[in-house]
T-cell receptor, first 117, second 113 residues
């Protein structure tokens, strides 16, 4: 049990629609990151938020956007869904001290399975 | 561009065997490396975190080493058990035009009873 919860656990959307996935970080964590994991592959980094600001982004188009709220919960929004967006979406939280660039353990949620038809 | 490679892609061993999983990365300018375990259809569980200034970390039957200069890390599992069967992933974190965490594709491990 990592204390990171994601919702919904499964959902099916139609191509062209929009989806919002939600994540509740572990208490005390100030950093949240999102990943896309296709079957049989490692997670692909989408972006990261630190204290409500995006401070890193992977190779994903702008239709992937996010938010981090003052209580450190987060959302991932995907617009204009494509079939290739079907994947497991993982949220992870951690406590980071960016002034010293020291990294701490990342804790993952169980993920949201998205199927685009 | 940072790339992370894990070898082997899959491994099947008898119970009790000691084994080594390999992870290599192309850019040594990382500030940490983590090893994770993933069970089928589940999220990831952190096993070991190695900061860039460290050489190794140990937790129970697990030992991970880091050689930044050669871009390599190994995860050593002692006395493997059927419950160790899972996919093992390594990930490096770095600053490259913003923060990034790059994962390998993983090693699928099956330990036979």
């Amino acid at each position: 049990e990592t204390g990171v919860t994601q919702s919904p656990t499964h959902l099916i959307k139609t191509r062209g629609q929009q989806v919002t996935l939600r994540c509740s970080s572990q208490s005390g964590h100030n950093t949240v990151s999102w990943y896309q994991q296709a079957l049989g592959q490692g997670p692909q980094f989408i972006f990261q938020y630190y204290r409500e600001e995006e401070n890193g982004r992977g190779n994903f188009p702008p239709r992937f956007s996010g938010l981090q709220f003052p209580n450190y919960s987060s959302e991932l929004n995907v617009n204009a869904l494509e079939l290739d967006d079907s994947a497991l979406y993982l949220c992870a939280s951690s406590f980071q001290v960016w002034t010293t660039f020291s990294g701490n353990t990342i804790y993952f949620g169980e993920g949201s399975w998205l199927t685009v038809v | 561009k940072q790339e992370v490679t894990q070898i082997p892609a899959a491994l099947s061993v008898p119970e009790g065997e000691n084994l080594v999983l390999n992870c290599s990365f192309t850019d040594s300018a990382i500030y940490n490396l983590q090893w994770f375990r993933q069970d089928p259809g589940k999220g990831l569980t952190s096993l070991l975190l190695i900061q860039s200034s460290q050489r190794e970390q140990t937790s129970g039957r697990l030992n991970a080493s880091l050689d930044k200069s050669s871009g390599r890390s190994t995860l050593y599992i002692a006395a493997s058990q059927p419950g160790d069967s899972a996919t093992y992933l390594c990930a490096v974190s770095l600053l490259a035009g913003g923060f990034k965490t790059i994962f390998g594709a993983g090693t699928r491990l099956f330990v036979k009873a």
